[in-house]
């Protein structure tokens, strides 16, 4: 009983610490991790891709009973760019799952350009001038047993 009590001031204590410095240990928040450099105010997949980008399309990854996480695919007539996000779901938010979102322009010399790792809320923003080129894109969300993975074909040209 008396070391339970002791170990429960010690973490409180270590929260505390790391909470004044800015520092949240995982799981001790309810706060997702993002990317790096990414802003928790802009909660959505149109906020985290900024102003002027319009959803063009999505795609669900789906198990058999629910939706686990959502690729979008935005653009910016303004600035001829694409931005892809893939966004967890409620029944995925907030545990650390790997998840990627990529974005390739046909034929500008750059490869695909790609963001992956843990992340329990979002996984991007990727974005590349398309000009009027084609673009594949695509997301990934490991989740219970599965990897779920879409990339699209060339498409959305000009």
Not at 98 to 118: I, N, R, S
Request: aromatic share 8%; net charge positive.
């Amino acid at each position: 009983m008396r070391t339970s009590a002791r170990r429960s001031a010690i973490i409180a204590s270590a929260v505390a610490a790391l909470a004044a410095l800015g520092a949240t240990p995982a799981g001790a928040a309810t706060a997702a991790a993002t990317p790096a450099g990414a802003s928790t105010a802009a909660a959505t997949p149109a906020g985290v891709c900024g102003s002027g980008y319009t959803q063009i399309d999505s795609h669900a990854f789906r198990n058999a009973s629910a939706e686990l996480a959502r690729v979008h695919l935005f653009y910016n007539a303004s600035t001829r760019s694409n931005c892809v996000v893939t966004f967890h779901s409620a029944s995925t938010g907030g545990y650390a799952l790997t998840t990627g979102a990529w974005l390739d322009v046909d034929g500008d010399g750059k490869g695909q350009a790609k963001d992956q790792g843990a992340y329990s809320s979002y996984a991007g923003p990727v974005r590349l001038a398309a000009g009027s080129r084609c673009v594949k894109w695509g997301g990934m969300i490991e989740a219970g047993v599965g990897t779920y993975t879409y990339t699209s074909s060339w498409e959305h040209c000009g």
